[in-house]
């Protein structure tokens, strides 16, 4: 079993940062894969970044390439996604996933992932 619980969100406005971290506990944290996806108000979740269990392998959306940057801590079993130059279309509810399978493009898709946090809120007023 895994647990993430996700922080960090809030209110900003367009063009500012937030950090965003994910606590994880209950299994190995350098054993797996993590993964951020999100989720727009009507809209499906949605891929948006993730990193190998080491840290050295990372894939993003194009939607926020050269914006957002995933890393990890494996000492202190977090994850981060940092979020620059917001958007207000990055309004969503931001999950962090966990994933025990080698990194291939498969971990653009929800079903790869085995654990998720319950999400925390970011909003980016225009």
């Known amino acids: 079993q895994v647990q993430l619980v996700e922080s960090g969100g809030g209110l900003v406005q367009a063009g500012g940062s937030l950090r965003l971290s994910c606590a994880a506990s209950?299994?190995?944290?350098?054993?797996?894969?993590m993964g951020w996806f999100r989720q727009a108000p009507g809209k499906d979740r949605e891929f948006v970044a993730v990193?190998?269990?080491?840290?050295?392998?990372?894939y993003y959306a194009d939607s926020v390439k050269g914006r957002f940057t995933i890393s990890r801590n494996n000492a202190k079993n977090t994850g981060y996604l940092q979020m620059n130059s917001l958007k207000p279309e990055d309004t969503a509810v931001y999950y962090c996933a966990a994933d025990f399978n080698p990194l291939t493009e498969r971990a653009t898709m929800e079903e790869a992932y085995d654990y998720w946090g319950q999400g925390t809120q970011v909003t980016v007023s225009s």
């Open positions: 990193i190998s269990w080491s840290g050295g392998s990372t």
């Open positions: 209950g299994h190995t944290f350098s054993s797996y894969g």
